[in-house]
């Protein structure tokens, strides 16, 4: 069964801090892997698309990796702002339509504090 | 920042009543998609699009209805809500499967 499993279900962190949120996947075939983030009461932004032949992607504080071979992927936030408090969704794409069907996890619950 | 409005943003109706979500994008997506969020579980898949005229049913049962007669609109409909289908409704378009979903910022349907 194609599933997207992520951790924590959430976390609690101090401003400046790191942090690395998991996910796990066993959607095949695999197609891309994808972080979004979804602010309280909006809908969620693109943070990075992943492909089977890249191993890390960054968007400014945010960096997502991918190890394709043991379906898990992170993505790490660097010195944590106020503004990052949000949930992290991990999307997998498999390719078995032209559609390219979509698996959600449930999404990791960052909050930030002062 | 993405250009896909939702409208309403919140709606508290009564059981029985017809109602239309309303979305719409101006980055010339062929495809868009519905799907339903609830709090602390995935976003689930019940309507999409590939173009203009074309419609199809996503994965998780919906009442609900769809019509995509202009590129730029992908109004939903429940003919007669009920409490059952209370829940956050998010409308998304794209320009192709390996290209990031563009989502709207939702509405929140109450049913009572």
């Known amino acids: 069964k194609n599933q997207v499993e992520q951790s924590p279900q959430s976390l609690i962190i101090l401003e400046g801090k790191n942090c690395t949120l998991q996910?796990?996947?066993?959607?095949?075939?695999?197609?891309?892997l994808r972080w979004y983030k979804q602010d309280t009461g909006r809908g969620p932004v693109s943070l990075t698309i992943?492909?089977?032949?890249?191993n890390t992607k960054s968007n400014g504080r945010y960096t997502a990796t991918l190890d394709a071979d043991t379906k898990q992927s992170s993505l790490h936030i660097t010195a944590s702002q106020l503004s990052d408090s949000a949930s992290y969704i991990c999307?997998?794409?498999?390719?078995?339509?032209?559609?390219?069907?979509?698996?959600f996890g449930r999404g990791t619950q960052l909050t930030v504090w002062p | 920042e993405a250009d896909i409005y939702q409208t309403p943003r919140y709606l508290v109706i009564g059981t029985g009543k017809k109602i239309t979500l309303e979305c719409s994008q101006t980055?010339?997506?062929?495809?868009m998609y519905w799907y339903q969020q609830d709090p602390g579980m995935e976003l689930h898949l019940i309507h999409y699009?590939?173009?203009?005229?074309?419609?199809e049913k996503g994965d998780l049962s919906s009442e609900s209805t769809v019509s995509r007669i202009r590129t730029e609109h992908f109004p939903l409909t429940l003919e007669s809500a009920r409490p059952s289908h209370t829940s956050q409704y998010l409308c998304?378009?794209?320009?192709?499967?390996?290209?990031?979903?563009?989502f709207g910022n939702g509405t929140r349907l109450t049913v009572t």
């Open positions: 996910c796990n996947y066993t959607v095949s075939p695999f197609s891309n």
């Open positions: 999307v997998v794409s498999d390719r078995g339509s032209t559609l390219g069907r979509l698996y």
């Open positions: 998304a378009s794209s320009s192709g499967p390996n290209s990031p979903l563009h």
């Open positions: 699009s590939y173009g203009v005229n074309s419609t």
């Open positions: 992943m492909t089977f032949s890249e």
């Open positions: 980055m010339g997506h062929d495809k």
